[in-house]
């Protein structure tokens, strides 16, 4: 799995270590490594929510509240088309019995 530094991060997209910390306070992205900010190491999905995070913010000019709401709309959305899949899944193979 690949792994990214909050260092790396913030340099990437060009944010602040207090804007990332923010994120992580609003559940938006939760670090795998690190007991403090300077050390936190993010995965792929935690560094792809906050860069949709960043990216919502930025087209819509919203708080970053409602950011945060909007993530985690979107990640119920995509546990309930996974969800619904598994299930469409199940159907198909007790319907082929």
Known sequence: ???????????????THTLVIKLVELDI??????ERAEEWVFDTTGAHW???ALRLQRELDVEWESVSMLIEL??????LRRENAALRQR????LDD
């Open 29 to 34: 992205a939760k670090p795998v490594e690190g």
């Open 50 to 52: 906050l860069e949709k």
């Open 74 to 79: 979107m990640r119920q959305r995509e546990d």
């Open 91 to 94: 159907l198909a193979r007790f």
């Open 1 to 15: 799995m690949l792994r990214v530094s909050v260092t790396e991060f913030c340099e990437r997209e060009e944010v």
